[in-house]
Nanobody
Framework: QVQLVESGGGLVQTGGSLRLSCAAS????????MGWFRQAPGKEREFVAA????????FYADSVKGRFTISRDNAKNTVYLQMNSLKPEDTAVYYC?????????????????WGQGTQVTVSS
């Protein structure tokens, strides 16, 4: 089992940056693939980025490619999402997710562990 706690959300102007963190409990963090998803009001939860257990592979939604970077520090049991050049359409609650072996990196149904979410608001 792994428990996830996100932090780092907040209010930022268009073009600004934020770094989200997701701290995981448990000694098997390095065995989990990790993902970031987001959900805007009235919309479905959507894939943002994912990273393999080793950090050697990363995956991004087209909407954030080139602006967001996912990384992990297995020694600290933490995964990060660096968000640059933020746009108003990035406004959402951002969730961290974990799974031992998702069949699809971008499918939220493949992740069995979720954090409580952190709000990101980008003002225009």
């Amino acid at each position: 089992q792994v428990q996830l706690v996100e932090s780092g959300g907040g209010l930022v102007q268009t073009g600004g940056s934020l770094r989200l963190s997701c701290a995981a409990s448990g000694r098997t963090f390095s065995s989990y693939a990790m993902g970031w998803f987001r959900q805007a009001p009235g919309k479905e939860r959507e894939f943002v980025a994912a990273i393999s257990w080793s950090g050697g592979s990363t995956f991004y939604a087209d909407s954030v490619k080139g602006r967001f970077t996912i990384s992990r520090d297995n020694a600290k049991n933490t995964v990060y999402l660096q968000m640059n050049s933020l746009k108003p359409e990035d406004t959402a609650v951002y969730y961290c997710a974990a799974d031992l072996g998702p069949k699809s990196w971008s499918d939220r149904n493949e992740y069995n562990h979720w954090g409580q979410g952190t709000q990101v608001t980008v003002s225009s």
